[in-house]
């Protein structure tokens, strides 16, 4: 009975030292992030990220206003770009942009870089009309932009790296008609090419610093501006390597635009949906 005592003793007090090994590795080593929850938070960052750098949200061209000069373009340029109505098409403005933007005391930042863009028309032969001999309607633009931006803003500091070649069509070019900057046509499909980098750093306890560096071929994506410029259609590669909260990723897929403000990102034969005004993610 005394050899059971001391066996049944050996066997606690071993239990006890791996309890308090465990105990402790939790601690030290906090629970790992499963593959999901990586994915998941990749997902919502490439999806985010593409869908704020098509739109401007970091510089550049916002491709759902559709077929116009960028507003800073104008705005920022020492000599104003003025255009009349048949000197429009094939518009080359190489711009050098410098600029601030302030946002009462709560957002600043400067950016810098280079603006490249055209106007792209459609000719038509008609009678000679004011002296001209044809008349063209817009039906695109090719530009290019490269924009660099440094800020801060109430929780931290943020750097965005942007560059960005957009061919923009109109699917539209019927019964459309010819304007100083831009068209009427309200379906535009646009393809191309986005190094899209954006770091941010927390500087407040409730902020999440976070990295996204991405790079994106576009292919035919469709703007519907009838629908305040949803993607309804076409198709991005990327490759993006990125982190948020301490997780570090890196992955490589496609992305396909569905309409109604969603995305579907495919990474390594799986399928995850993506919602483009919130991030959130669900597996397909």
Known sequence: MNFKFKALLA??????????????????NPTPVTPIDTVNAATSQIALNIAQTLTGTYGGVNIKNGLVLPEFTSRYNSKPIISGLFSLCTFFPDT??????????????QSSGLFKFYFSCDTLKRPRVNGYPAFSFVNGYA????????????????????????????????NTTLKINGSDSKLISVSGSIKSFVDTTATKKNAISSSVHAYYVLTDVVVDLTKKGDFTGGSATFGAVGSVNDVKW???????????QKVSIVINNKTYNVDLLTGKTTKG
């Open 143 to 174: 530009a290019y932009d490269s924009l660099a931006t440094i800020g801060l803003a109430p929780k931290g500091a943020f750097v965005y790296n942007i560059k960005a070649f957009y061919n923009a069509k109109a699917l539209d070019t019927l």
């Open 11 to 28: 066997l606690l007090t071993g239990v006890v030292l791996f309890y308090a090994a465990c105990r402790k590795d939790s601690r030290v």
């Open 250 to 260: 890196y992955y490589t897929g496609v992305i396909k635009f569905l309409g109604n």
């Open 96 to 109: 050098v942009v410098n600029y601030g933007t302030n946002v009462g005391d709560t957002v600043k930042s």
